[in-house]
């Protein structure tokens, strides 16, 4: 069974105890979100589990009412290509 659990800064998408893939944030003062790693295994690599990390980290920062500079590539790529996350971008 896939989950998506929260730890520490960061979610780890899990398959049966197995790490499948991670993002990780770093806080910046009270209201900021660093996105600075995202990661997912090779083999797992195609079926949008990074898109479905980092949209993790965008619902736990409207939920805390934080922004988001997303500093790691992907995140980055994927935040200009997806106009719904401008309500958390923090430029």
């Known amino acids: 069974m896939r989950e998506t659990i929260k730890e520490?800064?960061?979610?780890?998408?899990?398959?049966?105890?197995?790490?499948l893939g991670e993002v990780t944030f770093a806080e910046d003062g009270p209201d900021t979100?660093?996105?600075?790693?995202?990661?997912?295994?090779?083999?797992?690599?195609?079926q949008k589990l990074g898109d479905e990390l980092v949209r993790q980290v965008v619902d736990h920062a409207r939920a805390s009412g934080k922004r988001i500079v997303p500093a790691c590539s992907f995140a980055h790529a994927l935040f200009r290509r997806h106009?719904?996350?401008?309500?958390?971008?923090?430029?």
């Open 8 to 19: 520490g800064n960061g979610f780890i998408i899990r398959e049966n105890g197995t790490a």
């Open 33 to 46: 979100l660093i996105i600075d790693h995202t990661y997912v295994d090779p083999s797992m690599r195609g």
């Open 83 to 91: 106009g719904e996350f401008g309500d958390v971008w923090k430029r």
